[in-house]
């Protein structure tokens, strides 16, 4: 009996042996593969999470300033303001209704309400649409701004009325491209142009009106 056991035993052990060589490899190949797919959808979803998360803090800054201006009961102008390869957005009071030149965001004190961001890698690798990404003051030019009615937080000048056009960090299926408009009305909201390259399916229906 005490063989017989013996015996057994050792037939246990051997049925639960682990895996072989070949089955490793198997697996490795397999894994493989998955990471191959797998990489192009993340670096897809990074690039419209940084791009979508850069919009919405502009539209954020945006709401912001509004209430500065209201709290404050004073004209406040925000504006876009770029160099080379850096870009914010800034506030800052003003007396002049027609005040369309940006505070210089990328100095600081240059705004004396509010800025954003305070660094460069805030915008997760997000850039500038082109040499002219936006048209607030009512030109296209690396900067511009318009200035905020404290009574009832529309625009002093209807005609400058215009967007910040962003696009995505380079991916290996090409880029996304999204603007944050601000109306007339002093209402802001995220759209993407109707040239965008690719389109965010979030924003297919909310494409930004002609201007």
């Not at 050792?10 to 990471?35: D, K, Y």
């Not at 709401?63 to 800052?92: M, P, Q, T, Y």
């Not at 944050?180 to 924003?203: H, W």
Request: hydrophobic share 40%; aromatic share 6%; with cysteine.
């Amino acid at each position: 009996m005490r063989g017989e056991n013996s015996i057994r035993g050792r037939g246990g052990r051997a049925g639960s042996q682990g895996v072989t060589l070949i089955e490793l490899m198997v697996a490795i190949i397999v894994l493989g593969f998955i990471l191959i797919l797998a990489v192009p959808s993340f670096m897809d979803f990074r690039q419209r999470s940084a791009l979508a998360g850069a919009a919405d803090q502009i539209q954020s800054f945006w709401a912001e300033a509004r209430f500065e201006a209201l709290k404050r009961n004073r004209l406040v102008k925000v504006g876009f303001h770029s160099s080379g390869d850096n870009f914010c957005v800034g506030a800052a009071t003003t007396d002049d209704p027609g005040d369309d030149a940006a505070c210089n965001c990328l100095q600081a004190n240059a705004c004396d309400v509010a800025l954003f961001p305070a660094e460069q890698d805030a915008w997760q690798g997000v850039r500038t649409a082109s040499a002219t990404p936006t048209t607030l003051g009512g030109a296209a030019g690396a900067s511009g701004a318009v200035v905020i009615d404290p009574k009832r937080a529309n625009l002093t000048e209807a005609a400058d009325a215009g967007v910040i056009e962003l696009r995505s960090p380079a991916g290996p299926g090409g880029e996304y491209r999204l603007s944050v408009a601000i109306d007339r009305n002093g209402r802001a909201y995220v759209c993407e142009p109707a040239d965008a390259p690719r389109s965010i399916p979030k924003y297919a229906s909310r494409k930004c009106a002609a201007p």
